[in-house]
């Protein structure tokens, strides 16, 4: 079998071999002379798997080791008889550790003190200025509540959310009664001090489109001073509508991990957000070592191949005494910004803009849990 696989996706080497030949190349470079004799793919987000890439090729089956497939054209790859999977969840509880860390930040710098004026995200704090008890008075948001919106849920009730608000238009149609309480945007936008997004990006004519969700009319009805955090997709936000409302005043600020237009963001918006990364939020080694392992399964799955070999693929430990940012204090505001601190990621990317997808494919060691 031969296999094409971006060289960006971790912890491949010497498993990958087991299943055949593999070529390995930059996921946004990869083309129709590259993919012509290969039987299957392993991409990310910056391969456009469709008509153009894939057209008089071999390939049979594509992996995507992500959970979002918006870059793949499945209407097509059905229609040419190419069969794919993704990896929903494997980075879940990545995403949710990136949006508890960035609502501790935002607690330490005082964005929910009464008066008080949000501090940039590399302002200097000093041990015990987070009050965890400010998330006891807050509502949180959650627009998406599939394997990583679940997952966000369960962190909010540990940090103590006084409410949350779930908004899954898909969920509430196929689980009725029988699921949880779902509400709609708009109440989100009335009653949310907190808004994160975790929806695929779909577009018409699906029932739910999520491009521009967060879009003018949403701004609109959004509650004053309430704070927006992204790490769906970029387009599920519309750029210039948060742009206007955050210079309204009716978003206090932002986070932002997933961008219109990556990796050309939007520099002024960076220049905006209280933290500004470029699309890693999901980027913990677990989160990593599960899509390369589930990915691996699946093309042997397909091809009738043992798959055994492949659970041994995982994440690396941590060093003694690691701290994700040691030149921060975040790791002595809370033992959680040890493991990760999202202020490093955004002063990073806030210092060189042109640096996104270098920041990307060459990210730090990130860990879930100490081991």
């Known amino acids: 079998m031969k296999l094409v696989i971006d060289s960006k996706i971790p912890f491949m080497h010497g498993y990958a071999e087991l299943l055949g030949d593999v070529t390995y190349k930059a996921g946004a470079e990869i083309g129709p002379d590259d993919v012509r004799d290969a039987d299957a793919l392993i991409v990310r987000t910056r391969t456009h798997c469709d008509r153009a890439l894939l057209e008089g090729s071999k390939v049979q089956f594509i992996a995507t080791a992500t959970i979002g497939y918006d870059h793949l054209d499945t209407a097509w790859l059905k229609e040419a008889g190419i069969a794919w999977t993704n990896c929903p969840g494997c980075n879940a509880r990545s995403v949710a550790q990136y949006i508890e860390a960035v609502l501790l930040q935002l607690a330490a710098h005082g964005c929910w003190r009464a008066g008080g004026e949000l501090l940039p995200a590399t302002a200097r704090v000093t041990r015990g200025e987070l009050d965890r008890t400010v998330f006891g ?16 849920l369960l962190m909010a009730e540990r940090l103590g959310f006084k409410e949350v608000l779930l908004c899954d238009p898909l969920r509430a149609a196929h689980e009725g009664a ?16 907190v808004v994160t997004f975790h929806t695929p990006l779909t577009r018409e004519p699906q029932p739910y489109p999520t491009f521009h969700l967060a879009g003018r009319e949403f701004f609109g009805k959004l509650r004053k001073g309430a704070v927006v955090i992204n790490s769906s997709r970029g387009e599920v936000v519309d750029t210039a509508a948060l742009k206007a409302a955050m210079k309204a005043g009716r978003v206090r600020t932002a986070v932002i991990d997933t961008w219109e237009h990556e990796p050309g963001i939007d520099r002024e918006l960076l220049d905006m957000v209280f933290v500004g990364t470029p699309h890693i939020a999901g980027y913990s080694a677990d989160g990593k070592a599960n899509g390369t ?9 397909h091809f ?29 505001l809370a033992p959680e910004l040890r493991l990760y601190d999202p202020v490093r990621d955004s002063v990073a990317l806030k210092e060189c803009p042109d640096d996104f997808e270098r920041l990307r494919g060459n990210y730090p060691l990130r860990r879930e849990e100490s081991c």
């Open 137 to 152: 008075g807050l509502t949180l948001g959650i627009v998406g509540v599939g394997h990583v919106g679940t997952q966000v």
């Open 178 to 193: 029988s699921g949880p309480d779902f509400v709609g945007l708009d109440e989100v936008a009335e009653r949310a001090d």
């Open 293 to 301: 392992r589930m990915s691996l399964e699946a093309v042997a799955e």
């Open 304 to 332: 009738g191949l043992d798959a055994s070999a492949f659970e041994a693929v995982s994440a690396p430990e941590l060093p003694e005494g690691f701290a994700y940012y040691p030149e921060g204090v975040g790791h002595l």
